[in-house]
């Protein structure tokens, strides 16, 4: 049986839909079970026979980490120990779910598993934190770094600009910096697919949308098919802007791309490019 943390966040979501189509056998909690609270997770997962544990769960507010640092690292470091060493207690087998932010975005290309971590704020070291605490107690465990997630819930870059692009006549977005975004069903299904494969290659994995982009380029993509579903339908301009004037609490990497190579290899999986989900994801909004 699976234990889904977090399932009440945006990626958390649609791994449990996906349980749930899938029938598997799983319980899920979110903050209720908080993760800083060992004796409470404890007596939540106590009795119950669970050979998985699926950590969607984390402190997620990237530039509101900056003046909370003491919560971000209770959540992502602290807590994700708690998770570790009940995980090593148990010998439950474990999925985490990490960042790209964990970079310094300095490497020019794409980053691989083995590249040295650098993070540039309190969320990405707290998250990086977290990895830490799981490979040093855990012995069954794949981390999956991601990038840019955005799907049906929660609040994310897509369905921000969605909204600004329903309600501006100007809209401006950072240009220069560059990464992959990733759909959360796309993530979901990976994720289910590792746990029916568990082939035994435990360690780190990057997981993102094929392909790289700007958020720039990014908001033209979404904006031009928004158009063509008449998700938007009136004509807005797009200007590129610098990291410098959008001012942000949080530094974030320049350049947070990262190489699929090891995911594809390991798991026999094929990664769709990122415009051809947000495709699909427009196309269910618009059925909605
Ligand atoms: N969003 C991105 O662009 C992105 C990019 C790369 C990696 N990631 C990683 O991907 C994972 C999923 O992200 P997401 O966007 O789905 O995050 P999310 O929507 O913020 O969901 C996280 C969930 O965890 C819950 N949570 C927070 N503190 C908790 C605690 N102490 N105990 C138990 N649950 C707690 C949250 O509840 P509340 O809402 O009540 O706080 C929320 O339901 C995270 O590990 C994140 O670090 C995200």
New binding site residues.
């Given amino acids: 049986m699976i234990w889904l943390?977090?399932?009440?966040?945006?990626?958390?979501q649609d791994v449990e839909q996906l349980l749930v189509e899938k029938q598997e056998k799983f319980i899920s909690?979110?903050?209720e079970?908080?993760?800083?609270d060992k004796e409470r997770l404890k007596s939540f997962v106590n009795g119950k026979q669970v050979d998985w544990i699926v950590?969607?769960?984390?402190?997620?507010a990237v530039d509101r980490a900056e003046k909370e640092p003491d919560k971000a690292f209770?959540?992502?470091a602290h807590?994700t120990l708690n998770i570790a060493e009940i995980a090593c207690d148990k010998a439950l087998k474990l999925i985490y779910?990490?960042?790209?932010?964990i970079f310094n975005g300095e490497k020019e290309g794409a980053y691989s598993e083995d590249d040295t971590p650098g993070p540039l704020g309190v969320y990405g070291k707290s998250?990086l934190e977290g990895e830490i605490n799981i490979k040093n107690n855990v012995k069954e465990y794949y981390i999956i770094?991601?990038?840019?997630?955005?799907g049906h819930?929660?609040n994310?870059f897509v369905n921000t600009m969605l909204d600004l692009l329903n309600k501006k006549s100007e809209v401006k977005v950072v240009a220069d910096q560059w990464g992959s975004p990733?759909w959360?069903k796309d993530l979901a299904r990976v994720m289910v697919h590792i746990i029916e494969s568990d082939n035994g290659e435990y360690g780190v994995y990057h997981y993102s949308g094929e392909g790289k982009t700007s958020w720039f380029y990014f908001t033209q993509e979404i904006y031009a098919r928004a158009r063509t579903h008449g998700i938007v339908k009136r004509d807005v301009k797009i200007s590129p802007i610098t990291t410098e004037e959008y001012p942000a609490d949080a530094r974030r990497p320049r350049n947070s791309y990262l190489s699929k190579d090891k995911i594809k290899t390991s798991f026999k999986i094929e990664v769709p490019r990122w415009q051809d989900s947000l495709e699909e994801f427009l196309a269910e909004i618009k059925e909605e």
């Fill in positions: 943390l977090g399932n009440r966040g945006q990626l958390g909690s979110d903050i079970v908080d993760k800083r950590d969607c769960s984390a402190y997620t209770g959540v992502n807590g779910i990490s960042t790209d932010y998250k770094r991601t990038s840019w997630l955005y819930h929660g994310n990733t959360t």
